[in-house]
């Protein structure tokens, strides 16, 4: 594709890799036909190629208009179309690049503001999220059933005595997950335990970023890294094996890190070497002799949910269902298991209207079979299925844990 940037644009740090995106597309198309939106929406710009273009009139310096900001805020960065497109187009990449660009020169309205703000002053930080939870867990009884289906039940957590093991490695806390499902991390533990694994939790860790990340704060989402690279460092340094992410969502952001600080001189290298050792924690358990700690005595039959930050964002594609399927579990056909559930990190509450729509198509897929419960490896995803399925929505952490000898 061929282009020719502003001169207004030659100054920001990110408009090579931008440039250089938008050339490797030969609009072949073949993009549209997984996209969620466009499947939905049947509107050229509401899929990648659509979205392409209109990006490269952005940084071409051509007029802007809310209408552009409508067409980039409904892609879920899915990057499903990644996975299709034959020319290696990172889209994703892209399409962050150009939200920032146009956020920053069309202004949203007051509630689009404030709803982005509260988003990122809230989700990131555990104990304020949790504070607003037990609120909300307060009142739901009397809360209308679409809200209260919304706001899951919290888990039972247990305490674990963490044994000193010889292997050691980091494990991402988590926002979200640290609050409404604990259990998931304490699954991890146990299962890592039996397997002579030490999970060590930095406490000075926080969110991932992702959030502002993906709201056009890409300077406060670097913040967030900057902080859990500060926090990992000195453990790094002591010789872990793995940073193991629990949630595909942040682990995606997390091996992203080196991309995303390439250009800050002070962590630029640290943010490298916290990309390789980032795993999600199939990575780690497809490597290791989970036969030895568990049984095969389940009788479930199982639909697993691949979200997209795991089979597109990481592209980690077959290896969950195997660990399931060699732990015993049957697992279900789930039509159209490349199509994203309409969770994607915030996607749910600033676009409600194609989200559920999502939802429900995905619900169908999920439960055609009548599996015994669903499984999933992202929390986001976890908490948007579980608001509508019929049956149990779980990590798929938890399905290992309870086959543990």
């Known amino acids: 594709m061929q282009t020719t940037i502003s001169h207004k644009f030659l100054t920001n740090?990110?408009?090579?890799?931008?440039?250089?995106?938008?050339?490797?597309?030969?609009?072949?198309?073949?993009?549209?036909?997984?996209?969620?939106?466009?499947?939905?929406?049947?509107?050229?710009?509401?899929?990648?190629?659509?979205?392409?273009y209109l990006i490269k009139q952005v940084l071409e310096g051509n007029e802007l208009s809310s209408r552009t900001q409508t067409h980039l805020d409904r892609c879920l960065s899915c990057c499903s179309c990644e996975t299709t497109?034959?020319?290696?187009?990172?889209?994703?990449?892209?399409?962050?690049?150009?939200?920032?660009?146009?956020?920053?020169?069309?202004?949203?309205?007051?509630?689009?503001?404030?709803?982005?703000?509260?988003?990122?002053?809230?989700?990131?930080y555990p104990q304020r999220f949790a504070m607003l939870y037990k609120l909300g867990l307060l009142f739901r009884p009397v809360l209308p059933a679409t809200l209260k289906r919304k706001l899951p039940l919290p888990q039972s957590a247990s305490n674990i005595v963490v044994a000193s093991k010889a292997r050691k490695m980091l494990v991402l806390q988590g926002c979200v997950q640290s609050v409404v499902t604990p259990q998931t991390n304490q699954?991890?533990?146990?299962?890592?335990?039996?397997?002579?694994?030490?999970?060590?939790?930095?406490?000075?860790?926080g969110c991932c970023g992702a959030v502002s990340h993906h709201l056009s704060a890409p300077e406060e989402g670097r913040d967030f890294m900057r902080r859990n690279i500060d926090a990992w460092w000195p453990v790094i340094e002591q010789g872990v094996e793995a940073i193991v992410v629990t949630a595909s969502g942040c682990g995606a952001v997390v091996k992203d890190y080196a991309e995303l600080l390439k250009h800050d001189t002070h962590y630029a290298d640290k943010a490298r070497q916290v990309s390789a050792l980032a795993k999600d924690i199939s990575e780690i358990l497809h490597g290791e002799n989970l036969a030895a700690v568990t049984t095969k005595q389940s009788t479930d039959k199982v639909a697993f949910h691949s979200p997209c930050t795991l089979q597109h964002g990481q592209k980690?594609?077959?290896?969950?269902?195997?660990?399931?399927?060699?732990?015993?579990?049957?697992?279900?056909?789930?039509?159209?298991?490349?199509?994203?559930?309409?969770?994607?990190?915030?996607?749910?509450?600033?676009?409600?209207?194609l989200s559920q729509q999502l939802l429900n198509n995905k619900l169908s897929a999920l439960q055609s079979e009548q599996p015994d419960l669903i499984a999933t490896a992202n929390i986001g995803c976890q908490m948007h299925i579980a608001s509508k399925a019929q049956i149990p929505v779980k990590h798929w952490l938890e399905l290992i844990d309870k086959n543990l000898v």
């Not at 609009?27 to 466009?38: E, K």
């Not at 146990?190 to 860790?205: G, S, T, V």
Request: aromatic share 4%; with cysteine.
């Open 187 to 205: 699954a991890a533990t146990r299962i890592l335990q039996k397997l002579d694994i030490e999970l060590i939790a930095a406490p000075e860790a």
């Open 316 to 353: 980690i594609n077959g290896v969950v269902e195997q660990i399931l399927q060699n732990a015993g579990f049957t697992l279900t056909h789930v039509e159209d298991s490349h199509l994203c559930c309409g969770s994607a990190g915030t996607y749910s509450i600033l676009q409600p209207r």
């Open 85 to 124: 497109c034959p020319s290696g187009v990172r889209y994703g990449r892209l399409v962050e690049i150009g939200r920032e660009i146009v956020d920053q020169q069309v202004p949203r309205n007051l509630l689009q503001r404030m709803s982005r703000t509260l988003l990122r002053k809230i989700v990131p």
């Open 13 to 52: 740090p990110d408009i090579e890799d931008a440039e250089s995106i938008l050339r490797s597309c030969v609009h072949c198309g073949f993009c549209t036909a997984t996209c969620p939106t466009y499947q939905l929406l049947g509107d050229e710009l509401d899929g990648p190629r659509g979205r392409i």
